[in-house]
């Protein structure tokens, strides 16, 4: 093709040259004619000495070199014009096909040239771009980091990437952007300027975002369930204990007269048993095992009860009440709930060492999907309750932290960092959510959600305060020796017979023989080898009608519950003190 072309141009010369020198003769046999008008044609044609013959080849011959090289001169210069529009064409189609927006700068960083996708991704029309400043539409970080990069690179002549390039737009909203930054050189070598390819990377970079925040929060999530498992273990074993000591101190009350010396010291032990059990019971609530009594409630009247309770007992803040009248009612157990709820205010007093105020608010709200999803809770209509005070706030460490249990900022001895995460499990396993927000300085807001019910409030009922004592045989089953002796006694003490049992499996063994005389079973939940579920289904079997007490030093919420649906009489929360356990007794055989 190249040697094609060549071949062209040649024959092009030779036949301009040619054709210059015949028009050239022509012109001078013409003149000669006028001007020798007898002379014949061989005189025309060679003039009138040979002189003027070979001065008119040479003539000749040099008018027919220079047109050849004028001809060939203005046939490349042609060529090379279309090729250099053929190519500058191509050059401005791929730059406006591709995604990636293409500019160039001066040294200075004014734009001489853009693409249609850069002006589309800043949101800016091309004739606006023309000659702005790049720091015009960058942050003021950004523009300082890309002063840096613009320089390394006129010095170092390498392309330079930068992953972080952040620019406003035209209608104010910002944008990220990942960048490749050249530089661009004169006929000299010398730097003229920059060219850069960007790309919009708003959408990954907030995808990248929400994806991390999940994973930030499914990984809280599974340490909050590992802590919480871990939580609910140690919650019970202790409960066991205190339930031996809490026995152990009924019964010696029960044998001592009212004037012995040591008679408030074992009222005493009873309370300390009932401080340790308040305990467990944060740690249950954090554990998500702390629901014992579920009913629909009106939680305006929760809110009035233990605001009313706690601002009689801190009268340094002030309390403000925005309650909705018209609120929904919630499923809950409100003993929990109240806990919950006065956590959050001893915090807020904590919060405000000189006095305060604290803002308590309800309000009807529906969430959607997307609002509730990093929560893991169900979208719906939900009953919000916020707890606002004005004291000192909460850092962003220290919120990220805030609900883990055994986390507190207070000195030794001050706080068991319990009181937050048990706030957090008792609204997780009600199936709604908590969130914090706050600001050093400016005070904190803490926001629940609970699940709205379409059940009207449940009404309390008040219980009898006396002592139950009764008739009859109690089958008493716990695998821990020190429970099954303090629980037999305690039993013989309101008046029954009393069979008991180390194991599901014993038991079983002495219902078989004992089913017709036997009025009521008392179980614990939790037992090596047959567990308290497996344990009630095989007794159900051989007596379809046999009442049944639960009894865990977990709560009601779990594996407890699931026992209850399946038929189960009751339940009692460990450690339980003699007037409880009359009364779960003879509620469930009909006495109370």
Not at 167 to 190: C, F, M, P, W, Y
Request: net charge negative.
């Amino acid at each position: 093709m190249k040697n094609k072309s060549k071949d062209t141009i040649k024959e092009s010369m030779v036949v301009t040259g040619i054709g210059l020198a015949a028009f050239y003769w022509i012109c001078e046999s013409f003149m000669y004619f006028f001007l020798e008008p007898e002379a014949n044609i061989f005189q025309i044609l060679l003039g009138p000495d040979l002189f003027q013959v070979w001065t008119r080849i040479l003539v000749l011959c040099i008018f027919a070199i220079f047109g050849s090289h004028v001809q060939y001169t203005y046939n490349k210069r042609r060529e090379a014009d279309r090729a250099l529009q053929k190519s500058s064409e191509k050059y401005r189609t791929i730059l406006e096909s591709i995604e990636e927006g293409y500019f160039e700068t001066d040294l200075k960083g004014n734009l001489t040239f853009s693409n249609d996708p850069f002006c589309k991704i800043l949101g800016y029309p091309r004739n606006r771009l023309l000659g702005m400043n790049t720091r015009e539409y960058t942050t003021d970080d950004t523009a300082e980091e890309i002063s840096r990069i613009t320089e390394q690179v006129k010095q170092s002549g390498k392309p330079e990437d930068v992953t972080n390039y952040d620019v406003i737009r035209q209608d104010g909203t910002k944008a990220a952007l990942e960048l490749s930054i050249s530089l661009l050189t004169d006929n000299d070598g010398n730097p003229a300027g920059f060219r850069g390819m960007l790309r919009d990377v708003t959408k990954r970079k907030e995808t990248e975002e929400e994806k991390r925040l999940l994973e930030s929060q499914l990984q809280q999530a599974q340490k909050m369930e590992s802590i919480g498992t871990l939580a609910g273990g140690i919650a019970h074993d202790f409960n066991n204990i205190l339930m031996g000591i809490q026995g152990n101190a009924t019964l010696m009350l029960l044998k001592i007269e009212s004037e012995h010396p040591n008679r408030d010291k074992i009222k005493n032990i009873e309370k300390f048993v009932q401080n340790g059990t308040e305990l467990t019971k944060q740690l249950l609530g954090f554990a998500r095992r702390g629901k014992y009594l579920v009913k629909t409630t009106d939680i305006n009247e929760v809110i009035k009860k233990s605001s009313s309770l706690f601002a009689r007992t801190k009268k340094e803040i002030q309390i403000h009440n925005s309650l909705n009248d018209e609120i929904w009612t919630v499923e809950v157990d409100s003993g929990q709930i109240e806990q919950a709820l006065l956590n959050l205010y001893v915090n807020a007093w904590q919060a405000m060492p000189e006095g305060g105020d604290l803002y308590l608010k309800t309000r009807n709200v529906v969430l959607d999907s997307s609002y509730v999803q990093p929560f893991k809770v169900e979208p719906g209509n939900y009953v919000q309750i916020s707890v606002s005070d004005t004291g000192v706030g909460i850092d962003k460490e220290t919120r990220e932290r805030i609900f883990e249990p055994f986390f507190t900022t207070k000195e030794m001895g001050r706080g068991t960092g319990l009181g937050l995460a048990s706030v957090y499990g008792i609204i997780k396993s009600h199936g709604g959510y908590i969130d914090v927000d706050s600001e050093k300085e400016k005070g904190t807001t803490f926001t629940i959600y609970l699940p709205a019910s379409e059940k009207e409030a449940v009404r309390e009922k008040t219980v009898p305060a006396e002592m139950l004592k009764g008739t009859g045989t109690i089958l008493f089953i716990d695998d821990e020796k020190m429970i099954l002796d303090v629980g037999c006694e305690l039993l013989e003490e309101l008046g029954y017979t009393v069979l008991s049992a180390l194991s599901g499996q014993e038991a079983l063994d002495i219902f078989q023989r004992n089913s017709n005389k036997i009025d009521l079973v008392i179980m614990d939940m939790i037992m090596p080898g047959m567990g308290g579920g497996e344990t009630f289904d095989r007794l159900r079997k051989i007596n379809p009608n046999v009442k049944v007490l639960l009894s865990s030093g977990y709560s009601i919420d779990g594996q407890a519950t699931k026992i209850l649906r399946r038929g189960c009489d009751g339940f009692i929360q460990k450690p339980f003190n003699l007037n409880q356990l009359a009364e779960k007794i003879g509620k469930i055989m009909g006495k109370a």
